[in-house]
């Protein structure tokens, strides 16, 4: 490769500097404003937001909490409509005198399941600008809110196996809600696929389960000792499935990957079982070179792994009920990683190894095809329900926190947000994880055998350790000079312009200063040049990002905006957006002068 746009020259942007400010801070040029935020009406007719007299009716109708993946899916040139995941709620700020789960109102566990799940707004561009906003008007017949109370149903190999199956659903197809859905991707047919992550959160009672299903629960990260951890929300006070002692597989109906067809308000989400059970940071698709399908996947747990679906038929340009299918049937994999320089010479000092690179050779190993198990003792779906457990069993690589996975749709490459790993241990270092106590995160490079989506063997590198170039010896910017980027910590979501620039979004700078936005050329000599391209107001994580098709608006999802310890309504930590009460929202950056994102 070479010439223009691969070396990185439309990133012309002078850098923003790390700093603790409560607002959103762009490169000279450009301006920010909200599209929609917490409590904004999504349903025509919806009740205007109040902080005071909020209702779980209410906010079943209005855009929900802490925005994080962000989809634009266009209806013409100047309309589309947003999906946003609602990751999660954060009480505390919700609600004046909140303390616990055990001591809070009804209603206020009800707003709460209301806020979670994601939303379809339209939105409309302001002028001829790269500015969008929210239509507030109009019939808006595509708006939606998916809450915990949405109905879906399980496709795949593992649908209506007994592992499934609950009081309420005895066919152990049909789920209500969908929880904790952090990062996500759009299909070739125009759907949506919302990755569910740390459901365990939301379950009591793991201790009163059968002992054989307590191995199982507490590899999720669901206690099987204590009856109610003690920062639980007690949803189970309103809704008896969340105890796990009165109803044990609930807990199984959580972590899928789910798909909303965001053009059709009467879609039944999917959650697909053919592409495992984990905590499911997103799911990114790409085509194989035969025309089949593949996902790619981070399981965002410390020391957990990076996955891979393909589907079993190939993807049919136009045919949409042929490719509805793809997602419930192909071979999940998972991924193992092996360096290629003598193991004395990854010793957690930072110093590279005599090859000159973090890298190495890899392979997809497959625990399932169709219902057919490739793991000793497992059927098929306890490999999709309890996929962690099957991928322990065949020496997959234990990784620093596999978040957001995407393809380069200019190379091909893969690129991994590997956000931190403080538990890894000098002793536990590989060539793929080189850090001991890896506070600031890392990206890895994967290559797949001849460029195919669909290969089993690819090749990786680590182009970016993240940390203060400044100070920290084991901070590496793919060898660019270390004097001329930014400071970087915990990478989680990505994106890529259409020049192929990636562009990290991150999630809790363990550097101390504000999270941000960063534009980084993977090609040619500016490769490692991380360019900080904005900084969210304070205490709060950058998620989205979203760079539109024309290339003149970025989104971001501003998630948790003053979300620190011992924050009240009284005591806000931040008072963004509108000074008041902060409130997670979505927003549009644009350049003032039209320029496309990242001049
Ligand atoms: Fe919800 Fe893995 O970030
Ligand atoms: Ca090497
Ligand atoms: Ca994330
Ligand atoms: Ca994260």
């Known amino acids: 490769h070479g010439g223009p746009g691969w070396d990185g020259d439309r990133l012309q942007f002078t850098p923003v500097p790390p700093n603790r400010d409560d607002k959103i801070t762009v490169p000279a040029g450009y301006e920010s404003a909200v599209v929609v935020r917490w409590g904004d009406p999504v349903l025509p007719g919806a009740p205007a937001f109040d902080f005071e007299r ?20 266009p209806l013409d040139k100047d309309r589309a409509l ?10 505390a700020l919700m609600f004046r005198g909140y303390t616990t789960g055990g001591a809070a109102t009804a209603e206020q566990i009800k707003i709460a399941m209301a806020a979670h799940g994601g939303a379809v707004v339209e939105i409309e561009r302001v002028g001829r600008s790269g500015r969008w906003k929210l239509v507030t008007t109009g019939k808006r017949r595509y708006n939606r809110r998916i809450t915990t109370g949405t109905k879906m149903v399980f496709t795949g190999p593992a649908a209506g196996h007994e592992l499934l199956r609950t009081a309420a659903d005895p066919t152990g197809r049909v789920v209500h809600g969908t929880l904790n859905n952090c990062a996500g991707g759009t299909t070739p047919w125009g759907t949506i696929l919302t990755g569910e992550e740390n459901f365990n959160q939301y379950f009591v009672g793991g201790n009163g389960v059968p002992e054989a299903a307590k191995p199982a629960l507490a590899r ?4 099987t000792t204590t009856a109610i951890p003690s920062d639980s929300r007690r949803w189970d006070r309103v809704e008896e499935r969340f105890d796990l002692a009165k109803h044990p597989n609930e807990a199984n109906r959580f972590g899928y990957i789910v798909e909303i067809d965001p053009y059709d308000p009467t879609f039944v989400p999917r959650k697909h079982t053919a592409l495992g059970r984990f905590k499911h940071e997103g799911a990114t698709t790409s085509l194989t070179k035969d025309g089949r399908v593949a996902a790619y996947m981070g399981d965002d747990e410390r020391f957990d792994y990076i996955y891979k679906f393909v589907s079993a038929d190939r993807y049919k340009p136009g045919s949409r009920q042929h490719n509805s299918a793809l997602l419930d049937k192909g071979t999940l994999y998972v991924a193992k990683l092996t360096g290629d320089s003598p193991k004395a010479e990854i010793d957690g000092s930072g110093k590279l190894p005599s090859d000159g690179e973090f890298d190495g050779s890899g392979e997809w190993i497959p625990l399932v095809s169709g219902d057919k198990s490739h793991v000793p003792g497992m059927t098929a779906a306890e490999v999709l329900i309890h996929t962690r457990l099957a991928a322990d069993k065949v020496g997959a690589t234990k990784m620093d926190r596999p978040e957001d996975v995407e393809r380069n749709p200019k190379t091909g490459s893969i690129y991994v947000a590997l956000t931190n790993n403080s538990n890894r241990t000098a002793a536990q270092v590989d060539e793929a994880n080189p850090r001991p106590t890896n506070r600031h995160g890392h990206v890895l490079e994967i290559n797949e055998y001849r460029n195919d989506a669909g290969a089993t063997k690819f090749t990786w590198s680590v182009p970016l350790v993240c940390g203060d170039p400044a100070t920290d010896p084991t901070s590496y910017f793919a060898g660019f000079d ?17 020049d192929g620039n990636l562009w990290i979004a991150t999630d809790g700078n363990a550097l101390g200063s504000a999270d941000g936005l960063f534009a980084m050329p993977v090609k040619g000599p500016e490769r490692g040049r991380v360019r900080q391209f904005l900084t969210v107001p304070f205490a709060a994580e950058t998620c989205g990002p979203l760079i539109s098709e024309d290339q003149k608006t970025v989104f971001v999802a501003v998630q948790h905006p003053g979300e620190v310890t011992g924050a009240t309504p009284e005591n806000p930590a931040s008072r963004w957006p509108d000074g008041d009460q902060p409130r997670p929202s979505v927003v549009s950056v644009w350049h003032t002068r039209g320029k496309d994102i990242g001049a």
């Open 82 to 91: 947003l999906w946003v995941n609602h990751e999660y709620t954060d009480e």
């Open 220 to 223: 999720y990260g669901i206690s």
């Open 482 to 498: 270390k004097s001329k980027v930014s400071p970087i910590s915990c990478p989680d979501n990505l994106a890529f312009d259409g």
């Open 54 to 73: 909020q209702t779980a009716a209410a906010q079943a109708q209005q855009f929900g909490y802490n925005c994080d993946f962000v989809a634009m899916l």
